[in-house]
């Protein structure tokens, strides 16, 4: 039996819908993280902020720019792991804000649905509608401070978080192999994640904190990447992307994660791009956690 087309009336009945499950979590009280947690946070990921924050401060920026349910579709690109996708992290937030949520990505938080996953999903948009791209990789941090881990129900021991860029951190910090995609398609992804880290080990070893720094290279992977993938061939004259970027930070507990965000672009159909990051959060971003000196707003 085929589905139902959805009305102008349906889909101004689903954003009801929509905000009203957004009001309900903002209701929602916060988990409360350790003071530990707090201190490795604001030392490594200084500007992190509570996901529904960035979702609503990029929302009211977007509403006045022309972006509505009705003609925005959402796509993400995070790592599929479930710590990530459990109702309370910012893309939930997102999805429910815009409607449903194209996947890109795969492990780590890479856009592997390519040009040709870009090319199927920018082709569903609205004339003159737009997209919203959120894209982040994702780091632990748990009750002891120790950022690149973090606690998962029913299991007494850390675990490591994000287990595909941490792995292959390791697997070529000390044998740096990374043109040879080994497995075929059978682990093409870790190996394509491997051999993009491999290049960034130089950044990575002998930081401050490698997994910090790690988070902030798997950020730059990503971004890089999307930027080879993406394009405005799509929409009408008037049809932009907004481009949330940033770093998804898991703590114990439930809704204690945190976004640290990075980049808050607006790319035209003529492929010029606006950054509005500075006006919406009030401060300047960074994508070194080597080079940043002071957090420029309250913890």
Same mark, same amino acid.
């Given at each position: 039996?085929?589905?139902?087309?959805?009305?102008?009336?349906?889909?101004?009945?689903?954003?009801?819908?929509?905000?009203?499950?957004?009001?309900?979590? %903002?209701?929602?009280?916060? #988990? @409360?993280?350790?003071?530990? =947690?707090?201190?490795?946070?604001?030392?490594?990921?200084? &500007? /992190?902020?509570?996901?529904?924050?960035?979702?609503?401060?990029?929302?009211?920026?977007?509403?006045?720019?022309?972006?509505?349910?009705?003609?925005?579709?959402?796509?993400?690109?995070?790592?599929?792991?479930?710590?990530?996708?459990?109702?309370?992290?910012?893309?939930?937030?997102?999805?429910?804000?815009?409607?449903?949520?194209?996947?890109?990505?795969?492990?780590a938080g890479l856009p592997f649905a390519?040009?040709?996953?870009?090319?199927?999903?920018?082709?569903?948009?609205?004339?003159?509608?737009?997209?919203?791209?959120?894209?982040?990789?994702?780091?632990?941090?748990?009750?002891?401070?120790?950022?690149? %881990?973090?606690?998962?129900? #029913? @299991?007494?021991?850390?675990? =490591?978080?994000?287990?595909?860029?941490?792995?292959?951190? &390791? /697997?070529?910090?000390?044998?740096?192999?990374?043109?040879?995609?080994?497995?075929?398609?059978?682990?093409?992804?870790?190996?394509?994640?491997?051999?993009?880290?491999?290049?960034?080990?130089?950044?990575?070893?002998?930081?401050?904190?490698?997994?910090?720094?790690?988070?902030?290279?798997?950020?730059?992977?990503?971004?890089?990447?999307?930027?080879?993938?993406?394009?405005?061939?799509?929409?009408?004259?008037?049809?932009?992307?907004?481009?949330?970027?940033?770093?998804?930070?898991?703590?114990?507990?439930?809704?204690?994660?945190?976004?640290?965000?990075?980049?808050?672009?607006?790319?035209?159909?003529?492929?010029?791009?606006?950054?509005?990051?500075?006006?919406?959060?009030?401060?300047?971003?960074?994508?070194?956690?080597?080079?940043?000196?002071?957090?420029?707003?309250?913890?």
């Amino acid at each position: 039996m085929g589905t139902t087309c959805k009305t102008s009336a349906g889909k101004g009945q689903d954003a009801n819908l929509q905000r009203e499950f957004l009001e309900k979590e %903002k209701r929602k009280p916060d #988990g @409360i993280q350790s003071k530990l =947690t707090q201190n490795a946070i604001k030392t490594n990921f200084p &500007n /992190a902020m509570k996901n529904r924050d960035v979702e609503q401060k990029t929302f009211e920026v977007l509403h006045n720019l022309g972006f509505t349910y009705e003609n925005t579709l959402f796509a993400d690109s995070s790592c599929p792991d479930e710590i990530n996708h459990n109702g309370d992290d910012i893309t939930s937030m997102f999805m429910h804000r815009w409607g449903e949520m194209f996947p890109l990505s795969g492990l780590a938080g890479l856009p592997f649905a390519g040009q040709t996953g870009w090319g199927a999903f920018s082709s569903h948009c609205p004339k003159d509608g737009n997209i919203v791209i959120c894209f982040a990789p994702h780091v632990g941090v748990d009750c002891n401070g120790t950022v690149g %881990k973090v606690h998962r129900n #029913g @299991i007494e021991n850390t675990t =490591t978080a994000c287990g595909a860029a941490v792995g292959a951190y &390791n /697997a070529v910090a000390g044998n740096q192999d990374p043109n040879q995609f080994k497995n075929g398609y059978a682990d093409h992804q870790m190996d394509c994640i491997k051999h993009l880290v491999a290049d960034r080990v130089k950044n990575i070893k002998g930081a401050d904190n490698e997994m910090a720094t790690l988070a902030f290279q798997m950020y730059e992977i990503i971004s890089e990447f999307l930027d080879n993938i993406i394009d405005m061939k799509w929409g009408g004259q008037n049809s932009k992307i907004a481009i949330v970027g940033g770093i998804m930070i898991n703590c114990d507990g439930a809704r204690t994660d945190r976004f640290l965000p990075l980049k808050f672009e607006l790319v035209h159909k003529s492929g010029a791009r606006d950054d509005i990051f500075k006006g919406t959060f009030g401060f300047e971003p960074y994508v070194s956690n080597n080079d940043y000196k002071k957090s420029t707003r309250d913890y």
